[in-house]
């Protein structure tokens, strides 16, 4: 399809397109460049520049054209160059760095199926066709101008953090959804399907709950949604639900008492470590455990102590707080008042109006026996949690945020005992995080009141790799979610984003191709980059993304929709 001009080095190559050749050849196309010396030399065309010498800047012709008379075009020279960036050598199945430039006069080919397969290490036809795919080499769309080229991830980096960003209407949930079933169809003995928890900011998920989706996600044992004690999908007796009950005893005495502040503080603890010392040495201290199994509030599970759910249920803290007269000798009255507000807030919004609390431990739903069965390996689970209006009716955005603090706490806390433990096998889990700016803002550019959750995602991204607990952050402002835990991603999908995000995406990627970075804020619907580590080309990838199986229904309007037999 072209030839190699003279003055190419190891990283750009000028080149000319054949005559034949010229209409095919686009911006980010990849090409294989076979040198005379038996190199196979992998590129990207990075600009395509056509010439006509009747049509330069200050040329004889300037009069003419300016008047609008005929020039005779056809006996002028004309001619496209194209520069193409190296990007490695395919020998023996690797890519590798190259040494030696190609030579001028060199011949130039479009990428092929038999290129895939030494870059891959098997067809792309086959890859294509499978159902069940290598962990190593799952199919994620196309390359973009390539109908029968895949893209393809590495699910062994998922571990790594992965992150899905776009503006509203780029595809990001029909991108999730398609990860989700590409999750669900892999070929290991292992985990024939990655385990995964989702937040559901708007009950796109849903769907792979009803009995005729299931077979598009067959490889999950388990599927639940989950929804609040009093949304409207309970209230109507939808079918295939669960309602969501936490456990407190998840929590120490130390975090439980930062947790109840910090929901009273909007997750700010500046300034109120009095506050905490006195609500932990209450809930740590034999006093009141006494008092609480008094009661009726005592732990009957594996450790002996006092069930929390029962001691928040009743409100027993206050209670104390009124009737213990020792603690005003040690506590300034304006810390007590503080604490019995906080704990008042606490009791408000989590027990009394979202009745997330059941009366005692062995009421919750989401709980460590729901990650015990969900991610044991050969009989993986998929668990939605709806925050849509129609799963969390009415709850306001700092429950939410609770109980995404809690499911982070619940699943660090049990992969890390997985990980410790000699008897258990190594377990993993992808936590799916829609709205993620909600739950781990850039303070600097979105002020939300309130980020109880912020620091436990930030534990998560630098060390849930570790434990094989990953995070998948989606958001339609990357830009507005902290640094830090977005640092901490390796792999992006990125749809098309908002200009003012476009710096940001590429510092946080480690910079992408000149003419990806242009294109970041008109990429049309469906039509996304993909890089990092799960990308196993190895470089920054234009991928189509198919449409999901399962189409999200929640939400569609249809206004002039053709066809309506009822219109």
């Known amino acids: ?236 007796h939808e079918e295939n639900i669960d309602i969501l009950t936490i456990d407190l005893n998840v929590f120490n005495e130390r975090e439980l008492s930062e947790l109840v502040i910090a929901y009273y503080k909007r997750g700010n603890l500046e300034g109120a470590e009095q506050q905490v010392s006195l609500l932990h040495n209450v809930l740590a201290s034999r006093e009141f455990h006494e008092y609480a199994k008094e009661k009726g509030a005592e732990y009957a599970g594996s450790q002996a102590g006092i069930d929390f759910n029962s001691v928040f249920s009743d409100n027993l803290v206050s209670k104390y707080l009124d009737e213990d007269s020792e603690l005003k000798k040690v506590y300034h009255s304006a810390t007590i008042g503080a604490v019995k507000r906080a704990l008042s807030v606490f009791h408000e919004d ?79 889990l992808l936590f799916v995080i829609e709205e993620a700016q909600n739950y781990a803002p850039n303070k600097s550019k979105y002020p939300v009141g309130f980020s109880v959750a912020k620091d436990i995602l930030a534990t998560i991204a630098t060390q849930g790799r570790k434990f094989g607990l990953s995070l998948c952050l989606v958001t339609q402002r990357p830009s507005f979610v902290d640094p830090i835990v977005m640092s901490m991603v390796n792999t992006f999908i990125i749809h098309r984003v908002s200009p003012e995000d476009v710096k940001f995406v590429e510092t946080v990627t480690g910079g992408l191709p000149p003419f990806i970075s242009k294109k970041l804020t008109l990429l049309e619907r469906g039509l996304a980059v993909l890089a990092g580590q799960m990308n196993r080309f190895g470089f920054p990838l234009l991928v189509k993304i198919p449409a999901r199986r399962v189409e999200h229904s929640i939400g569609r309007v249809r206004i002039f929709e053709e066809g309506d037999e009822n219109a």
């Not at 050849?25 to 056509?50: A, N, P």
């Open 1 to 236: 399809m072209g030839i190699v001009l003279s003055g190419s080095t190891t990283t750009l190559v000028k080149a000319q397109p054949l005559e034949d050749s010229g209409s095919r050849v686009r911006e980010g196309m990849f090409v294989i460049i076979k040198t005379k010396d038996r190199r196979e030399l992998l590129g990207r065309v990075v600009s395509i520049v056509h010439y006509h010498e009747f049509f330069e800047e200050g040329d004889i012709w300037s009069e003419a054209r300016q008047k609008g008379e005929d020039i005779p075009l056809n006996v002028a020279r004309r001619y496209t160059t194209v520069h193409i960036e190296l990007l490695g050598e395919l020998k023996g199945g690797s890519i590798f760095s190259i040494s030696q430039p190609p030579f001028p006069g060199d011949p130039i080919y479009p990428l092929s199926q038999q290129d895939i397969e030494k870059i891959y290490g098997q067809g792309s036809e086959e890859l294509l066709r499978e159902f069940n795919f290598k962990p190593t080499a799952t199919p994620f769309g196309t390359i973009y101008g390539y109908e029968d080229l895949p893209a393809v991830l590495n699910i062994n980096n998922i571990t790594m953090h992965m992150a899905i960003l776009g503006i509203t209407g780029s595809g990001k949930s029909n991108t999730t959804g398609y990860l989700l079933e590409q999750l669900s169809r892999l070929n290991s003995s292992v985990y024939p399907a990655v385990p995964v928890i989702i937040i559901d900011a708007n009950g796109d998920y849903i769907d792979y709950t009803l009995p005729e989706n299931r077979k598009e996600v067959k490889s999950y044992s388990m599927i639940k949604r989950f929804v609040f004690p009093k949304s409207s999908a309970v209230i109507r």
């Open 350 to 428: 989590i027990v009394k109006s979202s009745c997330i609390i059941p009366y005692d431990y062995s009421g919750a739903t989401l709980n460590v026996d729901l990650i015990d069965e969900m991610t044991k390996p050969r009989s993986p689970g998929m668990v939605i949690i709806d925050f849509s209006s129609d799963g969390a009716t009415g709850i306001y955005p700092e429950v939410k945020q609770f109980v995404v603090y809690y499911i982070l706490k619940l699943l660090y806390n049990k992969f890390v005992e997985y990980k410790t433990r000699i008897d258990q096998k190594e377990r993993l």
